[in-house]
């Protein structure tokens, strides 16, 4: 009776084991993703402030009637 009792426990906890590793291994992909859209959004964020640089706003030209 104790022996399939441990054996039993011992069955839960590797299943706990693979299925922590699982998470471990979607944590670490999602934490890879998350840096990689991180240095996209600041790219982009650049981008768009250069481009909004060089574009003319409306308190630097005149309009057409003057």
Same mark, same amino acid.
């Given at each position: 009776?104790?022996?399939?009792r =441990?054996?039993? +426990?011992?069955?839960?906890? #590797?299943?706990l084991?693979?299925?922590? *590793?699982? @998470?471990?291994?979607?944590?670490?992909?999602?934490?890879?993703? =998350?840096?990689? +859209?991180?240095?996209?959004q #600041?790219?982009?964020?650049?981008q768009? *402030?250069d @481009?909004?640089?060089?574009?003319?706003?409306?308190?630097?030209?005149?309009?057409p009637?003057?």
């Amino acid at each position: 009776m104790p022996d399939e009792r =441990i054996n039993e +426990l011992e069955i839960r906890m #590797t299943h706990l084991e693979d299925f922590i *590793n699982q @998470l471990n291994r979607i944590v670490l992909e999602n934490g890879k993703v =998350i840096d990689s +859209l991180r240095t996209e959004q #600041t790219s982009l964020k650049q981008q768009l *402030n250069d @481009l909004s640089e060089q574009m003319p706003g409306p308190g630097t030209e005149r309009p057409p009637h003057y």
